[in-house]
């Protein structure tokens, strides 16, 4: 019955990281949303779910922009 008990979920809340991709092709990089991180209420660590797993590169975590502008912005 202990598991029935309710629990916060990650995807319940928005993340504190998001959890980019970047690879570099000669001297262009490129980030690619791969997930997100959230921290642990003990303050001693995160939980970092990926959508994908990258084999190359590297997974930077950024903390997400309030300013980002939504994809169909400025699109007629």
Same mark, same amino acid.
């Given at each position: 019955? !202990?598991? @029935?008990? !309710?629990? +916060?979920?990650? !995807?319940?809340?928005? *993340?504190?990281?998001? $959890? =980019?991709?970047? +690879?570099?092709? %000669? @001297?262009?990089?490129? =980030?690619?949303?791969?997930?997100? !991180? =959230? $921290?642990?209420?003990? %303050?001693?660590?995160?939980?970092?779910?990926? @959508? +994908?797993? *990258? /084999?190359? %590169?590297? /997974?930077?975590?950024?903390? *997400?922009?309030?300013? +980002?502008?939504?994809?169909? @912005?400025?699109?007629?």
């Amino acid at each position: 019955m !202990a598991r @029935e008990k !309710a629990k +916060t979920t990650p !995807a319940l809340n928005a *993340p504190d990281f998001l $959890a =980019w991709h970047v +690879t570099q092709r %000669g @001297e262009k990089f490129f =980030w690619n949303k791969v997930g997100a !991180a =959230w $921290a642990h209420k003990d %303050g001693q660590g995160y939980t970092l779910q990926l @959508e +994908t797993c *990258p /084999i190359n %590169g590297r /997974i930077v975590l950024r903390a *997400p922009l309030d300013d +980002t502008p939504s994809q169909n @912005e400025g699109r007629s």
